[in-house]
């Protein structure tokens, strides 16, 4: 938006160069959505707090703990964080790229099922939200519109090309295997995130870690000087991301302002859904799924701690972990909430790291 004015009003001054470099309006987008969210953030808490009496409904199933600790602590926060998003997104992006807002389609609609799962818990009073067949039903189909609309503003020679780490040329893959491989992704990943979200403060910073990694990713991608040095594929208009990232960023620093231990509000399922369905989105669009894998990893651990638990019973009975997701079984095992979450926090930042060398390691 900002753009379009300053283009329309200010064509001949330095204002408007200064504000072209997409360098400029991430820090600027940072700061809009940060500021939003403090801003919004204890009038917004105060109201879920009125209309949702008894909170965010607890797993009986989970750590006993949790139902001191926790309960009465007001859900949705995650509307909150897109609100945030999206406006500065809005305000700091160039609304002519139309995978600016194929992204923004993807983690709103994401979020929308999400606010639906969050809503069906808070009016019944318990944990269990719309069904998972209905739910993964919804994915499926946000996933492949997704899918779609960010094939069809691809060039012929990005479509069906995925970057492998440590391999300078891309793998290309045709037909519906590359269909169902970035199913895979966006749900997988939602769903991932949505696992890690059991904490406070547990799933935020890696959200922030893995989308500034990502949006690094969109802005060498996306700049043909850096994308023919380091090998990675060019992909017209994909740099115009890094500003959704920042916003991200800056909305899920805001958002940790009031999601530390202990929290006064939980993302739920609009939050975690929708932010993961974000970040997937990015990597298929800059074409580098598998380092998500890697720059995500801690997203992986989690959903493959449940998996494994869940495949071991059916098949011996018998459990792997003393309860999952991953970071359960360390409360379980005597580890405060605090040390959990930091450590986790760490783990994720590695990941990063490691992802991102790929880059160069080719």
Same mark, same amino acid.
């Given at each position: 938006?900002?753009?379009?004015?300053?283009?329309?009003?200010?064509?001949?001054?330095?204002?408007?160069?200064?504000?072209?470099?997409? #360098?400029?309006?991430?820090?600027?987008? +940072?700061?809009?959505?940060?500021?939003?969210? &403090?801003?919004?953030?204890?009038?917004?808490?105060?109201?879920?707090?009125?209309?949702?009496?008894?909170?965010?409904?607890?797993? &009986?199933?989970?750590?006993?703990? /949790?139902?001191? #600790?926790?309960?009465?602590?007001?859900?949705?926060?995650?509307? &909150?964080?897109?609100?945030?998003?999206?406006?500065? $997104?809005?305000?700091?992006?160039?609304?002519?790229?139309?995978?600016?807002?194929?992204?923004?389609?993807?983690?709103?609609?994401? *979020?929308?099922?999400?606010?639906?799962?969050?809503?069906?818990?808070?009016?019944?009073?318990?944990?269990?939200?719309?069904?998972?067949?209905?739910?993964?039903?919804?994915?499926?189909?946000?996933?492949?519109?997704?899918?779609?609309?960010?094939?069809?503003?691809?060039?012929?020679?990005?479509?069906?090309?995925?970057?492998?780490?440590?391999?300078?040329?891309?793998?290309?893959?045709?037909?519906?295997?590359?269909?169902?491989?970035?199913?895979?992704? &966006?749900?997988?990943?939602?769903?991932?995130?949505?696992?890690?979200?059991?904490?406070?403060?547990?799933?935020? +910073?890696?959200?922030?870690?893995? $989308?500034?990694?990502?949006?690094?990713?969109?802005?060498?991608? *996306?700049?043909?000087?850096?994308?023919?040095?380091?090998?990675?594929?060019?992909?017209?208009?994909?740099?115009?991301?890094?500003?959704?990232?920042?916003?991200?960023?800056?909305?899920?620093?805001?958002?940790?302002?009031?999601? %530390?231990?202990?929290?006064?509000?939980?993302?739920?399922? %609009?939050?975690?859904?929708?932010?993961?369905?974000?970040?997937? $989105?990015?990597?298929?669009?800059?074409? /580098?799924?598998? +380092?998500?894998?890697?720059?995500?990893?801690?997203?992986?651990?989690?959903?493959?701690? +449940?998996?494994?638990?869940?495949?071991?019973?059916?098949? %011996?009975?018998?459990?792997?972990?003393?309860?999952?997701?991953?970071?359960?079984?360390?409360?379980?095992?005597?580890?405060?909430?605090?040390?959990?979450?930091?450590?986790?926090?760490?783990?994720?930042?590695?990941?990063?790291?490691?992802?991102?060398? %790929?880059?160069?390691?080719?």
């Amino acid at each position: 938006m900002i753009l379009y004015f300053l283009n329309t009003f200010f064509s001949d001054t330095s204002v408007n160069n200064i504000f072209s470099y997409i #360098t400029v309006r991430v820090f600027c987008a +940072v700061l809009t959505s940060l500021i939003i969210c &403090l801003i919004l953030g204890p009038k917004f808490i105060n109201f879920m707090s009125e209309n949702q009496r008894k909170g965010q409904p607890i797993r &009986l199933d989970g750590p006993q703990s /949790h139902l001191l #600790t926790k309960k009465g602590t007001p859900t949705m926060g995650g509307i &909150l964080i897109l609100l945030s998003l999206v406006i500065s $997104s809005l305000i700091w992006s160039d609304l002519g790229n139309n995978f600016v807002w194929i992204t923004l389609y993807t983690a709103l609609s994401f *979020g929308i099922l999400g606010f639906a799962d969050d809503m069906k818990k808070i009016l019944n009073s318990s944990s269990d939200g719309i069904s998972w067949k209905l739910k993964i039903f919804f994915q499926i189909s946000i996933s492949l519109s997704s899918i779609f609309l960010i094939l069809n503003n691809f060039s012929e020679i990005n479509n069906f090309s995925i970057a492998i780490p440590f391999i300078k040329d891309p793998l290309l893959v045709y037909g519906w295997f590359f269909i169902i491989f970035s199913l895979c992704v &966006l749900v997988g990943t939602s769903n991932a995130v949505n696992l890690t979200d059991g904490l406070d403060g547990l799933a935020i +910073v890696p959200i922030m870690i893995a $989308s500034s990694s990502m949006g690094l990713i969109a802005y060498l991608a *996306g700049n043909y000087i850096f994308s023919d040095y380091l090998f990675i594929q060019f992909i017209p208009g994909v740099a115009e991301l890094t500003i959704i990232c920042a916003a991200l960023f800056g909305s899920g620093l805001g958002f940790l302002w009031f999601n %530390t231990p202990p929290a006064m509000i939980f993302m739920g399922d %609009t939050g975690s859904l929708s932010l993961g369905g974000l970040i997937a $989105s990015i990597a298929i669009s800059v074409r /580098h799924e598998i +380092v998500l894998f890697i720059i995500g990893g801690l997203f992986v651990l989690e959903a493959g701690s +449940v998996i494994i638990q869940v495949s071991s019973y059916k098949v %011996t009975g018998k459990r792997v972990f003393l309860m999952a997701p991953l970071h359960h079984h360390y409360e379980q095992k005597g580890w405060s909430e605090s040390t959990i979450v930091v450590r986790f926090w760490i783990i994720s930042l590695i990941f990063s790291i490691i992802g991102l060398a %790929t880059l160069k390691l080719r």
